[in-house]
């Protein structure tokens, strides 16, 4: 074999190498750049959690999903008579939001009434300020809030008779949503705000 011919092997070996690693390295369709963060799977798809949504926010107006994720958000339903499972969660995504903030990302904690014969405007607001200074209260009539509760399919079932005095059983995750992407993950009670804050770090990277 000429000099020229071993060069030229070599090169065809070498480009070849290229192409290869070119292949396994560039993004296929469809692959999701998201999985490295993620740490749960959804039955029957993540893509169909989450939709269009108008409710009335703490202030008293009238919001879309599109006013209230505007960024990347932390969504999470119940109610403010929860008597344990609900402070703890929104305890906890508040905690997480605060060490976000300390990252430098921006994340939007938003609270959504499963129960809105209770959960007035003037009680939303005071709830959430205290669980977050930038925590988002949202409730509205019983219509749009089911409708809501659909799109992201939550459980929720009233639990007792009386008018004034009942509990409300529901599923208690937290859904990591963005602009655009939609739903991104979801957390249960057990994740802790360290965990939490360092999944959805991994998200805002990828954004």
Request: with cysteine; proline share 6%.
């Amino acid at each position: 074999m000429t000099r020229f011919a071993a060069y030229a092997a070599a090169a065809v070996v070498f480009l070849g190498l290229g192409v290869t690693a070119f292949v396994a390295l560039w993004p296929r369709e469809g692959q999701d750049r998201f999985a490295q963060c993620r740490a749960g799977v959804v039955t029957g798809g993540g893509g169909s959690i989450g939709g269009p949504f108008s409710l009335i926010s703490e202030t008293g107006e009238r919001v879309s999903d599109v006013d209230v994720i505007d960024r990347l958000s932390l969504v999470y339903f119940g109610y403010s008579y929860c008597p344990d499972v609900c402070p703890v969660d929104l305890f906890r995504n508040g905690e997480a939001v605060y060490a976000l903030e300390e990252q430098g990302i921006d994340v939007k904690p938003v609270f959504i009434t499963v129960d809105p014969e209770r959960d007035t405007v003037q009680q939303m607001s005071e709830y959430t300020d205290f669980m977050h200074p930038d925590m988002v209260g949202l409730t509205g009539p019983r219509d749009d809030i089911d409708a809501a509760i659909a799109a992201y399919r939550v459980y929720s079932n009233r639990v007792g008779d009386d008018p004034d005095d009942y509990l409300m059983d529901h599923s208690s995750y937290t859904y990591l949503m963005a602009p655009e992407e939609g739903f991104l993950d979801f957390f249960p009670s057990s994740t802790s705000p360290e965990e939490m804050a360092s999944r959805v770090a991994c998200f805002a990277s990828q954004l």
